[in-house]
């Protein structure tokens, strides 16, 4: 890549100071100039229409061009601090200005100077005045005239996301020493690519969107600076798909497939035709030379586990090893215990039960006892093990694999950079093992181009037939006392049938609040998912809590059951007990109902669970409530879902409730969400605080630019992948990829 200094990246304490550029950095992590200027105003004001001053009338935003008569400063007196008082004239009416504690503008507000004025007129002891106008003086000597007065009486103000500690007025002046930095910049926007979409050049729309004269400016600013987003996004993935398709990875090609051929054989159900397509799909990418990286995504229960089990045995026909990555150690256990079962003697090489035709799967956990995992490491470098199991961790660690085929990460949307570095570490002789992810989130399609764009998709759209499928009722809790009665009543009566009942609350209650479970698989005070605008979120009660729902229960409506609890921070070997406890019907120490977090969102299969109870359930967001849902009503027998709420009907939290409600389709929840979370007008979209990568792109709203960027960026980096000819453009994507890595940072 050219090495290029960009005027862009010249730091904000250059420009502003460094005090100034402390504060700005601070409270919106803003550090140079193209973070500054990328700082788009949310919205913009008028300063209102030119006025007499004979003409005002209380409450009206005007601009008045008058002269100053005089100025004085007293202190005010109730507190600490100064009153500035301005008196102005238009030659026949006086009205006055104040600020407080700006005494500084002494120099510039002399008696004798004209100027232009503007702001929202009010009343102070009978009077009328303005307080903290805008205002713009004439040039010493400069009456000023009619035309100029009307020029600024309309232009427009932008009023920026301000943060404390930096006002957007303080971000205006701001933005004014950086617009005049910026004089001619050069364009990540071939010009070709402009002219054909008219599309203003760089430096003019940064001037436009600070500074516009109209709206229609405002207007073709953004429009140009939200392509310009779109195409750096799409640039960047386009050069990752390369940089993928440039990878290389052995053909696993088995001859013949005794293991999946008797695995199918054992299946006591047949396999739907999305099962099918996606194998073969998978199996095709697998004969390739270059590395599989491929999303599987499908609802809870649409038998994803299948399909990857499928691809595994393939790849251990072929000879090789496969490692099944789940996000927690409660599910990586559960999936070992599972998959032993589903195979049965085709995973019991080397035992007395074992088939002719058989491998071993063994759990790689950090939990385990040192000798065990001794044993599984063995296994797993002699390549005895044709699956290994593990956490994500399994690819961080120093486990020698005896030939990585194929990668199977379990739960993720995304197999991060991270990642693929790791994998990278784990190839023999430069080739890299076949990738596939699993997510049961549903991704809307604009999201999966935004975000997923260097990444096949397959999608599982039906759910096997047989499956009874889940209900869902929303209670509100506070109108009707008696439905949650009635709630714990059915739990109780499902139990007696022999089913099983989750619980599920937003926090743990063990005092130790804040921070994540050990695995980061849950959130101790759920939160409130963004677009939530009730502004309840303060002085709301806390939310229901794990350990003293369950003690509840315990002693009132569920007296006499048997009732678990299940967090995250709890040890993995405890949570591994609990898990088996409430799985398994017929243990002694069986568990009948649990009280969990979200530990148990993804993955876990009981298939005798036939209730959820979600209490406090406005605390999660749409796609959570989804999956949580999706752990019950898996087996024949139908389900339940309760989500118990406080949140009053019509609000914001009660609609995500009402959508849940409303449809098990995962995917048209996925749509939902994205409507309820989208933010009012598109400059609003700009959070106040911290840099964002997309500012004007909002993936619900603009597919149709995401395509068209799609297209360009796809021609751009075929024509030339490491960009040499367009340095602008290089500059831009690797700001991306900063900016991205900051925000991968900060999560982390
Ligand atoms: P998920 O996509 O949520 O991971 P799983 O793979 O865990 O779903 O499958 C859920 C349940 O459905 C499992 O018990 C599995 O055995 C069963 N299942 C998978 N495929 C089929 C099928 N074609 N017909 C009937 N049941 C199936
Ligand atoms: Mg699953």
Wanted: with cysteine; glycine share 8%.
């Amino acid at each position: 890549m050219t090495l290029r200094t960009d005027p862009l990246d010249a730091r904000l304490t250059g420009v502003l100071g460094g005090r100034t550029a402390g504060a700005f950095e601070k409270a919106l992590s803003l550090q140079t100039l193209g973070d500054l200027l990328r700082h788009y105003p949310r919205r913009y004001a008028e300063r209102g229409e030119l006025t007499d001053l004979s003409a005002l009338r209380e409450g009206d935003t005007v601009t008045v061009l008058a002269e100053v008569r005089s100025v004085t400063v007293r202190p005010m007196r109730q507190r600490r601090g100064t009153i500035l008082e301005a008196v102005i004239s238009d030659g026949q009416e006086t009205m006055s200005l104040t600020f407080f504690n700006q005494r500084w503008r002494e120099r510039e507000l002399k008696a004798g100077r004209r100027g232009l004025f503007s702001g929202q007129v009010t009343r102070f002891r009978g009077a009328l005045q303005l307080a903290h106008p805008d205002f713009e003086l004439f040039p010493e000597g400069d009456a000023g005239d009619e035309r100029k007065a009307q020029e600024f009486a309309s232009a427009l103000i932008p009023i920026y996301p301000a943060a404390k500690g930096v006002t957007s007025w303080q971000i205006r002046s701001a933005v004014d020493l950086a617009l005049a930095q910026v004089t001619s910049l050069d364009d990540p926007l071939p010009e070709s690519v402009r002219t054909e979409r008219g599309l203003l050049p760089l430096t003019d729309a940064l001037h436009a969107i600070h500074r516009p004269a109209t709206r229609a400016d405002v207007q073709s600013a953004i429009e140009r600076l939200r392509f310009e987003e779109a195409l750096v996004l799409q640039v960047l993935l386009a050069q990752r798909r390369a940089e993928l398709r440039a990878l290389r990875a052995t053909r696993r090609v088995p001859s013949s497939t005794p293991l999946a051929d008797a695995f199918d054989d054992r299946l006591p159900f047949t396999l739907t035709e999305g099962q099918l397509a996606v194998s073969a799909q998978i199996a095709e990418d697998m004969a390739d030379e270059h590395p599989m990286h491929r999303l599987l995504q499908g609802d809870v229960g649409s038998g994803k586990t299948i399909v990857a089990l499928r691809a595994m045995l393939r790849v251990v026909d072929a000879g090789g090893q496969a490692a099944l990555l789940a996000p927690t150690e409660v599910l990586a256990t559960q999936h070992h215990r599972t998959i032993s079962a589903m195979l049965g003697p085709l995973a019991q090489r080397g035992m007395l039960e074992g088939a002719d035709v058989s491998t071993r799967i063994t759990l790689l956990t950090g939990s385990q006892k040192a000798a065990e995992r001794r044993a599984a490491l063995l296994d797993v470098v002699s390549g005895d093990a044709g699956i290994v199991v593990g956490t994500h961790a399994l690819l961080q660690e120093h486990v020698d694999f005896h030939d990585l085929a194929l990668v199977v990460v379990d739960e993720q949307h995304r197999f991060g950079v991270e990642q693929r570095a790791a994998l990278a570490a784990k190839s023999r002789e430069g080739t890299r093992p076949h990738v596939l992810v699993m997510t049961a989130t549903p991704i809307p399609r604009t999201v999966a181009m935004t975000v997923f764009g260097d990444v096949d998709v397959s999608t599982l759209a039906e759910v096997p037939a047989g499956r009874a499928g889940v209900t869902t009722h929303i209670v509100a809790a506070r109108d009707q006392p008696a439905l949650l009665a009635r709630a714990w009543q059915r739990a109780r009566e499902e139990v007696e049938q022999g089913h099983r009942v989750f619980v599920v609350c937003p926090r743990i209650g063990d005092g130790q609040e804040g921070g994540d479970g050990p695995e980061g698989g849950e959130v101790e005070e759920a939160s409130a998912p963004s677009g939530d605008a009730d502004g309840d979120g303060g002085d709301r009660p806390r939310a229901a809590a794990v350990l003293e729902l369950a003690q509840a229960l315990r002693e009132g409506p569920l007296a006499g059951l048997r009732v678990g609890v299940l967090h995250g921070r709890m040890p993995a070997e405890e949570k591994d007990d609990v898990m088996r406890r409430f799985a398994d019907t017929s243990a002694r120490d069986g568990i009948d109902v649990l009280v969990s977090t979200t530990v148990i969102e993804v993955g876990v299969d009981v298939p005798d669970a036939t209730m959820m109870v979600i209490v406090d359930a406005d605390r999660f967001g749409i796609s959570q409530l989804h999956q949580l849902r999706g752990r019950v009503g898996r087996g024949s027998l139908p389900g339940l879902c309760l989500l118990v709420t406080e949140a009053e009907a019509g609000s914001t939290a009660r609609a995500r409730l009402d959508a849940v409600a409303s449809t098990t389709d995962g995917f048209v929840l996925s749509e939902l969400d994205l409507d309820l979370r989208r933010e009012g007008d598109v400059l609003g979209s700009a959070q106040s605080g911290s840099r964002r990568t997309l500012r004007l792109l909002e993936v619900a709203r603009h597919a149709d630019v995401i395509a068209d960027a799609r297209l360009v960026a796809a021609a751009i980096v075929d024509a030339d992948p490491g960009l040499d000819a367009n340095p602008a453009l290089a500059h831009a994507v690797a700001t991306l990829v900063r900016d991205e890595q900051a925000e991968f940072l900060e999560k982390a």
